[in-house]
């Protein structure tokens, strides 16, 4: 069992940074692949970025590589989003979500556990 929080979310302006945090709890966080989802009013959860339990391998989807960076501490038991030059359309709620089979990649189907998410609105 796999419990998740976000942090980090607001309010942003066009071409500004924020920095997300999902806090996990649970003995077997070290051991999965993490992932990073956005969704945006009226539409279906859209993956973000993803990584490995080790952090040896990440990916991103093509309109966010480049921009965003996601990374893990397994020693604090947190993943990161890092988001820069944000646009508007990209305003949602971020989810992190945890996939014990490891799976992992862009279904969201594939992930076990979610977080509550945290919104994120990025002012044109």
């Known amino acids: 069992q796999v419990q998740l929080v976000e942090s980090g979310g607001g309010l942003v302006q066009t071409g500004g940074s924020l920095r997300l945090s999902c806090a996990a709890s649970?003995?077997?966080?070290?051991?999965?692949?993490m992932g990073w989802f956005r969704q945006a009013p009226g539409k279906e959860r859209q993956f973000v970025a993803g990584i490995s339990w080790n952090g040896a391998s990440t990916y991103n989807t093509d309109s966010t590589k480049g921009r965003f960076t996601i990374s893990r501490d397994n020693a604090k038991n947190t993943v990161y989003l890092q988001m820069n030059t944000l646009e508007p359309e990209e305003t949602g709620v971020y989810y992190c979500?945890?996939?014990?089979?490891?799976?992992?990649?862009?279904?969201?189907?594939?992930?076990?556990?979610w977080g509550q998410g945290t919104q994120v609105t990025v002012s044109s």
């Open positions: 979500a945890a996939d014990e089979h490891n799976v992992g990649g862009p279904r969201a189907y594939e992930y076990d556990y």
């Open positions: 649970g003995r077997t966080f070290s051991r999965i692949y």
